[in-house]
């Protein structure tokens, strides 16, 4: 229990691409800048005395293509199965936000409903593996979350925010819908909160109505105070039945076993819109701003 190891899952070494030589750059040239932003970012595991620290990080807003959404689920699936871990602590790295949602680029990139459908799976994916994991899974939000973002907060047992922590769902201002992270979002602040989220779909609510609404247990000031919050519960829970803390778990997410096939179901409603002209031409603007 006293150990500590650190693993990293890079996708990319972020080396500084060169400017390219004209302000138009050639199709292909712009299609391989897409493809390396899509394979940008990383995925890091550190455990200590029976506490996992799992952190996501990607330099546009830490949004999530889908590289970056497979190693998270499979991330957290794994550390769950961790027989030394006690408690799970899921964060992003940076400052002011925690989780942009999905990657415009990718987004963008999608020509076809299989494509559409893997993406949107990805963040199902990344629910399910937190609904699934036995351990319970402390939240760290240190700054805005957007969409899937909204998502990933929702779908862990106990939720630290700071006073940043702004969220909005803004799938419907780009065409598409918040289906894939509703249920996790309705079940954690209610029908009619999330209803507000995903209607006013441009608006930001701050992290005092997140946490009146459930979506945060605790909100403070400054990061400092919320990590030393965090440790504190984290210590309390190191030193908890862990069978019990399981048990705990399966209560909490009763109800909820049918999630692979419903959120299965919702991806496919996300991939077939956003290959509207609709959805389109509503991501090109936002990703333009």
């Keep these: 229990m006293g150990s500590e190891f650190r693993v990293s899952c890079p996708q990319h070494n972020f080396t500084r691409n060169p400017k390219p030589k004209t302000r138009n750059p050639k199709p292909e040239t712009r299609n391989s800048l897409q493809?390396?932003?899509l394979n940008q970012g990383e995925v890091s595991l550190e455990i200590k005395n029976g506490i996992a620290t799992i952190t996501f990080f990607h330099p546009a807003h830490n949004s999530l293509p889908g590289a970056l959404l497979k190693k998270l689920a499979e991330t957290i699936?794994?550390?769950g199965r961790h027989e030394d871990i006690r408690v799970i602590i899921l964060k992003s790295a940076g400052e002011r936000s925690f989780c942009a949602g999905a990657s415009f680029d990718e987004l963008m990139s999608i020509e076809d409903f299989p494509s559409g459908k893997q993406f949107f799976l990805g963040f199902a994916q990344v629910i399910n593996a937190c609904r699934t994991c036995p351990k319970l899974i402390i939240g760290r939000v240190q700054g805005k979350a957007?969409?899937?973002g909204v998502g990933?907060?929702?779908a862990v047992d106990y939720?630290?925010?700071t006073?940043?922590?702004?969220?909005k769902l803004s799938e419907l201002a780009v065409g598409i819908?918040?289906?894939v992270v509703g249920p996790a979002v309705e079940r954690k602040i209610g029908t009619?909160?999330?209803s507000q989220l995903a209607i006013n779909a441009t608006e930001w609510q701050p992290a005092a109505w997140a946490k009146e609404k459930g979506l945060y247990a605790e909100v403070f000031d400054s990061v400092g105070e919320m990590d030393a919050a965090i440790e504190q519960l984290a210590q309390k829970l190191v030193a908890s039945n862990p069978e019990a803390m399981r048990l705990l778990k399966q209560i909490f997410w009763q109800g909820t076993e049918h999630w692979d096939e419903l959120l299965e179901k919702r991806a496919e409603m996300s991939g077939q819109l956003v290959l509207s002209d609709y959805a389109k031409n509503a991501i090109g603007k936002f990703k333009g701003k």
């Design 146 to 148: 957007v969409g899937g």
């Design 152 to 154: 990933v907060a929702s």
């Design 35 to 37: 493809m390396n932003k």
């Design 163 to 167: 006073k940043y922590a702004s969220v």
């Design 159 to 161: 939720c630290f925010a």
């Design 77 to 79: 699936t794994a550390t």
């Design 192 to 194: 009619a909160a999330m």
């Design 177 to 179: 819908g918040p289906f």
